[in-house]
């Protein structure tokens, strides 16, 4: 199946009429008409990247990568900033007001020293819309925006063949950029067949819609569950009935 084939299977099957399937991958060429942003530390970038499954292709780039944090959950930088530790977690007398996500400053070091992504090999990190990869293109991972009766789609269809899985998917403790980029291209990298449910991140949801969430993976897990899509539970009655409340 081509990515077109599978983005249409998954439109039509969970009626993703909104937000289209995105892939990430790197490339030293940019797409057409791509979104950049201007410069970098440039604002929050996954308001970015939900544009981007409306139709508009992003791209990112060492000198256009967003905040501080997104250039590193991007690859493009090894560290977030000096003192990230006490910004996450309750450490009041930092330049900033504190955000209190973690505990400590410790466990908030810990964190960030374990993460670890994917660095970029080529100028461009692109994300676009399934259905405009060209035939010679093929994303490392994928990523959907969706909301609950879709996600519950996904959760299960990842499950099709594991059912006994307790952690084919994942909602980490992880920032949304993280969530979306960094982890599924790690598992890419693994060749590790997980989902990453994401949009957690109480920052990132102030600059969200309230009924979305994302969910993310390598591309050959995708694919792999698009084969299985035909004879999965998104031809029964009850997979009917939620469709018709998606559409209204």
Known sequence: MTTTDISKAFTEALKLDKYKP????????KPPNALELKKK???CIVPFILKASTGIPLVFAEESTGWPCSAFYLGF???IFEGIEYFLSNKDDFWRPCERLIQNPSLAKTLIDNILPVKPEKHYLVIKPLEDFLPHEEPESALFFVNPDQLSALV?????DAPGSMDRVLAPFASACMALVTLPLKLSREKDEKAVMGLFDISARTRMPSDLLSFAMPYSFLKKIAEILPESFVTTHNWATIKERIIR
């Open 22 to 29: 995105c892939g990430i991958y790197f490339s030293d060429e």
């Open 156 to 160: 299960f269809l990842s499950h099709y």
């Open 41 to 43: 530390g440039s604002g």
């Open 77 to 79: 930088q090894d560290t």
